[in-house]
């Protein structure tokens, strides 16, 4: 059943308040991510993966933070990284990406910036 829009609103602000704080990116970013996908009622298992191991240019390998074939792909820092370069990281994938894997989006967080 799809959930109301004042469902999402009271979602996303429990959540905003729930992460307000949150700085570390190893330590919390994939329950951020789950917990971010629930605010849509979006089980985050039935779409993304975490940690999605991909060939990047030469001999490189990477791993993406949070891969959604086809629609998205998340780089996730710590608060207050940089988050230009964390976009460049995200480009470095897509070398490795098949074709109808590449994402529709880019997104680039560090818990309080969201770059879309």
Same mark, same amino acid.
């Given at each position: 059943m799809a959930l109301s829009w004042n469902e999402i609103k009271n979602r996303a602000i429990t959540f905003s308040k729930e992460w307000e704080s949150e700085e570390?990116?190893?330590?919390e970013s994939q329950s951020f991510w789950n917990d971010f996908f629930n605010i849509f009622g979006i089980s985050r298992r039935r779409v993304a993966s975490f940690e999605e191991p991909v060939k990047k240019l030469g001999e490189k390998r990477g791993r993406i933070d949070l891969f959604w074939k086809g629609t998205i792909l998340v780089?996730?820092?710590s608060k207050g990284k940089d988050l #230009?370069?964390?976009?460049?990281q995200a480009l470095d994938y897509f070398p490795g990406l098949?074709? #109808?894997e590449?994402?529709?989006?880019?997104?680039?967080? #560090?818990?309080e910036i969201f770059r879309l």
């Open positions: 570390r990116e190893h330590a780089e996730h820092k #230009d370069k964390a976009y460049t098949k074709e #109808d590449l994402p529709k989006y880019v997104l680039i967080s #560090d818990f």
